[in-house]
């Protein structure tokens, strides 16, 4: 049993009841009255320079620094939905400056590289930081660190030997992390100061949306891209209204199906959720320390996020990554009410001080993951069409710099970013369905059983990691 089987057992079902209560299944994030108006869709057929298909993170990173770098190229983004409708606008809010969804991920991978990317990260999260600031985007950024929290006895030696390989972390044993942050469950933390900030995720979105506007980005909402073909004048787009014929695209169409039928296998989406809290007050602030501000995650297989809004609300997301049967994203997966019951549970055994404190909006949302768990990169169609999916959970930050190596392929030019291993060789495919639910389900049991076995991966994980294909969830 882990610490959180047992909160399961022992939490009341009317104290998870009352505090559910009333919650909107509305992203916390969208139901903003800052929220823009909806912007017009195309309407008749147009010729551009670069085409952008997705308005997400990698979309809008793609079409503004393709502004910034050629002021005079004409550059349009069709977004099926609206601007940060999807995972963008529906995350935890960590922007990491991992590219390679963690240090041993990426040592794992591409351990020739590691040490670069992860310098390539923290530049790459520095200008984020700048961009912020340069197009004044009101996303309440705070650059506060990770606290990564053993919740079991046997991680408390894992946390020691990371800060072993690592001296820029701090080490807090069980009396330094509960004087950091109050939790009964912590045994001790490790805090990376320099490699992730907290923002408001759909914000960053919307701010990205005017920034490229104000460049002069044309950017059409409802409007899905339904096919691509090749032409001898460009790369012609199909949508419901019109076609785009473009000399260059770019592909930001994260977890929804490639319009390259030959990387649809390579991602899988996988369901994750979340809770908020309405604000804490002062008393209740006080009570669980945490003035630092720092973003939480704790070291079991199927993990918890947490942070704090900049109005004192705590989210409280993870746990259960769900893939649902046929590679399908469907809004009726958005809502799964055992899972919010079981974070219900996990967040009072967490913050026992919290009791009574309510929930007002529960929501999910589908990420796009690969079988390496960082991002991928082809081209197609003789180098006019660039397409990066396979973020995994960590896109807040990556897709910045996903958008710069896109930009690079298309511009034909050999670049740091283009000679990368990272960019050059591409994930395992996932397997057809049924075999693709089949393997998640054994998968995420044997996961399960790890973390109730002192974090021991048994022989199946062992397979899976040894062909490249280990998951995390």
Known sequence: MTTYDTAESSTSRQ???????????????????????????????TTTDLAVVGG????????????????????????????????????GGFCDASLTHGEANGEKHLPDESARLHELGMENLQEISDAIKKYGIDCGFEWTGTLNVATEDHQVAWLRAEKGKNPDVLF??????????????????????????????????????RACLELGVEIYEHTPVRGLTRTPHGVRLATDAGTVTAADVALATNVFPSLLKRTRLHTVPVYDYVLMTEPLSAEQLAAIGWSNRQGLSDLNNRFHYYRLTEDNRILFGGYDAVYYFGRTVKPEYDQREQTFERLAA????????????????KWGGAIDTCSRFFSFFTTAHGGRVAYSAGYTGLGVGATRFGASVMLDLLSGSTTERTRLRMVRKRPLPFPPEPLAWLGVKITTAAMV?????????????????????????
């Open 15 to 45: 104290q998870i009841t009352t505090a559910l209560d009333g919650a909107s299944r509305a992203p916390y994030w969208l139901d903003d009255p800052a929220r823009p108006q909806p912007l017009a869709a195309l309407a008749t057929d």
């Open 346 to 361: 996990h967040f009072f055994a967490t913050f026992p001080q919290l009791d009574g404190v309510s929930f007002t909006h």
């Open 172 to 209: 807090l044993d069980e009396t330094a992390i509960r004087a950091e942050v109050d939790s009964p469950v912590y045994r001790a933390g490790l805090w990376d100061k320099k490699g992730s900030a907290m923002l408001n995720p759909a914000r960053l979105a919307w701010g990205l949306q």
């Open 449 to 473: 059983r790890a973390d109730r076995n002192q974090g021991r991966r048994g022989p199946w994980l062992k397979l899976m990691d040894a062909v490249g294909m280990g998951f995390d969830s």
């Open 56 to 91: 997400g993170y990698t979309g809008l990173w793609t079409a503004l620094m393709a502004k910034e770098r050629d002021p005079g190229r004409r550059v349009v983004l069709l977004e099926g939905n609206r601007i940060g409708w999807a995972a963008s606008g529906r995350n």
